[in-house]
């Protein structure tokens, strides 16, 4: 029996002397790249942090005090220093333990929205919370050095640096690394003290020199500590904190949890806000994750724990975007990328490659990315924002009143969209159709295959007046579907038998939606199947169509309120057309983290259980019944 095996919760580490200490990282270490290799997952990010949390636990009493992880993907340590370790092997299935903090799993846990930038907000709020009611409760905040690129975390500091007297302890855990290099600024600014030579060798004379002392304690430790702050004054890399009127503890070894728990101590005896700078390193003791170029392994899918190597995924979406952006680079000089710390994830990394100047990694900055692009736009050229979906509506007042009410040509790619499912509630792309249908002006794409994306992102960047929006989701495009016809911009992908059924698929739900034809063609049922290609705003044609059809059915992977259906039915109501319509869509609700596929299934978003409640619509239609539009 290991020693992680007897860990129940954070005061057992409090009994465990230095050797056990350290052994006990290192089985951490183990656990994770054994377990996560086979279900994949945050990786790097957590290695990294295993001193750290380590140290955090053994200073704090959590969950009287309260650990507060920014955007929570590095929270597995926490995890299992907080009794979950059993729960490793279901982690990010259904039914097992979520990716993120969860609330449901243990009182340990806080926030579970893994949106980046939170951390000190949340913070900010619990503190004053404990200061009004009396309550004496640290709160701690770890935020790494690529969340501290988001403007929300320095609106949050600009409010704790006013408060003198609240319990607040803000770790800076700087690993130089969102998932590349964290850029800006800041980043410049922290990396100054910890590339600067002088500090370097001054830290390994005090080490030396306190190596050679019998009988290390604490104190020394305390002395390493004053040196150090000695000479950090001297280069003054904590200026920017300290003028912000924050005491700054560090800069420490992250990897050094005695050091990292004196840093946490001295922050403790402040009894006001304070930042303790931490430098960790990716993927720290894997050396497949410290020595992986593009990301540390900061999300991997199961790999192979030897060699290091991920499982072939094959083609993804991304991958297409990637190419076809890319190849309009050569064609368009006008045309630029913005990323938001995502270059990799989104696709960008080629365009990147071939057009570095005409890439911008902006940080973890949706809404800075947003108005930043619209700038580009006044200035003549067309920028293209590819983010994650479910991190756009970070920007919607920006897409709003920033590039719509501008009319500026920008062209948003929203990766990930509909539902993602491993990640869990704050990672499902379930809103953006819905939120950015209130936009005036703003155009949106939703591709049914690879070939669509190509062409829906052509005419995108073609719009030169007004944002557009090209959306798709995770995981593999299904092979082409080709149409048999067109009616307005629409593609007809199956027109058979009599004008029963109009089936509206929108993007990945077109392919489900000609699986649903097939079943009821079976049946007698007579269908036409259209792809919008551009759901927004509603082509007339569909219109037509409708008023053409007994029943229409409108198919998206998108929130059901206000989404696509929603609209056209409301197009429809306006234009005088008394077609039935049926709504499929994702229920509006968050939803618990488990496959993809799983979810569209309990969503009711598969073609048998589409079909089964269109055959019984059409057969109350066939009994005279009316249907009456209920959902
Ligand atoms: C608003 C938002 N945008 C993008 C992301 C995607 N994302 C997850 S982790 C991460 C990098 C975080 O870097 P850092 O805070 O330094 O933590 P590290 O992984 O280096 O420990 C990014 C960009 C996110 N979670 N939230």
């Known amino acids: 029996m290991g020693l992680l095996d007897r860990i129940t919760g954070p005061r057992d580490l409090r009994d465990l002397d230095e050797d056990q200490l350290a052994q006990l990282a290192f089985e951490i270490r183990d656990f994770l790249v054994a377990k996560v290799s086979r279900t994949g997952g945050h990786l790097g990010p957590n290695l990294g942090v295993v001193e750290l949390t380590m140290a955090i636990h053994r200073v704090f009493d959590s969950p009287t005090d309260r650990v507060v992880f920014d955007t929570g993907h590095q929270a597995y340590v926490h995890k299992l220093l907080t009794g979950r370790a059993a729960g490793f092997d279901s982690l990010r299935q259904e039914g097992g333990l979520s990716g993120y903090p969860s609330r449901a799993e243990s009182d340990h846990d806080v ?164 930042i303790v700078h931490v430098m960790t390193k990716k993927g720290f003791g894997y050396d497949a994750a410290e020595r992986h170029e593009a990301d540390q392994f900061h999300s991997p899918g199961p790999f192979n724990v030897e060699t290091g190597e991920e499982n072939p995924k094959g083609q993804i979406w991304t991958d297409i975007f990637a190419d076809e952006m890319a190849t309009l680079g050569g064609e368009r000089k006008d045309l630029v990328a913005i990323t938001a710390a995502m270059l990799h994830p989104v696709g960008l990394h080629l365009f990147a490659a071939r057009y570095p100047e005409r890439t911008f990694d902006v940080g973890i900055a949706e809404q800075h990315a947003t108005t930043s692009a619209a700038g580009l736009a006044m200035g003549g050229l067309h920028p293209v924002v590819a983010v994650y979906a479910t991190f756009l509506n970070r920007a919607f007042d920006q897409v709003l009143m920033d590039v719509a009410l501008h009319r500026c040509g920008v062209t948003f790619v929203l990766d990930r969209a509909g539902v993602t499912g491993d990640d869990g509630a704050s990672h499902n792309g379930m809103w953006d159709m819905s ?149 499929k869509g994702i229920p509006q609700r968050f939803l618990d983290h488990a496959k993809r596929t799983k979810i569209l299934e309990d969503c009711g978003l598969t073609d048998k259980a589409i079909a089964r409640g269109i055959v019984e619509d059409v057969t109350a239609l066939d009994h005279g019944a009316t249907l009456v539009n209920v959902e």
């Not at 992250?254 to 050091?259: K, M």
Request: with cysteine; hydrophobic share 45%; glycine share 10%.
């Open 435 to 583: 939120i950015l249908q209130v936009v005036p002006g703003l155009r949106i794409a939703a591709p049914r295959d690879g070939a669509r994306l190509r062409e829906l992102l052509r005419e995108a960047v073609r719009v030169p007046d007004a944002p557009t929006v090209v959306r798709f989701p995770k995981g593999p495009p299904i092979a082409d579907v080709e149409a048999v016809d067109r009616a307005g911009g629409c593609d007809v992908l199956v027109r058979s038998g009599a004008k029963d059924v109009l089936l509206v698929g929108i993007g990945s739900m077109a392919a489900v939606s000609v699986e649903v034809a097939g079943r009821l063609r079976a049946q007698g049922i007579g269908v036409t199947v259209v792809d919008p290609r551009w759901v927004k705003p509603v082509d007339p044609a569909l219109v037509d169509l409708a008023r053409d059809h007994r029943l229409l059915v409108s198919v998206e992977d998108n929130g059901i309120v206000g989404g696509c259906g929603a609209v056209l039915l409301q197009t429809l109501n306006e234009a005088r057309v008394d077609t039935p319509v049926r709504l």
């Open 111 to 274: 926030v579970e929205n893994s949106h980046a930038s939170t951390a000190l907000s949340y913070a900010d709020g619990l503190a004053k919370a404990y200061a009004i009611r009396g309550e004496d409760r640290y709160v701690v905040a770890v935020v790494g050095d690529g969340a501290l690129t988001g403007g929300m975390a320095w609106e949050a500091l600009n409010n704790i640096a006013e408060n003198h007297d609240r319990k607040l302890v803000i770790v800076v855990n700087d690993n130089g690394r969102s998932y590349t290099p964290t850029v800006g600024g800041l980043a410049n600014h922290l990396t100054t003290l910890r590339t600067n030579p002088r500090y370097e060798q001054v830290l390994d004379l005090v080490k030396k020199r306190l190596n050679g002392v019998r009988g290390v304690g604490p104190a020394v430790y305390d002395t390493l500590h004053a040196v150090k702050k000695g000479m950090k004054d001297a280069l003054a890399p904590q200026g920017l904190f300290e003028d912000l009127g924050l005491k700054y503890v560090g800069p420490v070894d992250g990897h050094d949890r005695a050091a990292v728990e004196i840093a946490l101590v001295q922050a403790q005896r402040f009894d006001g806000p304070v």
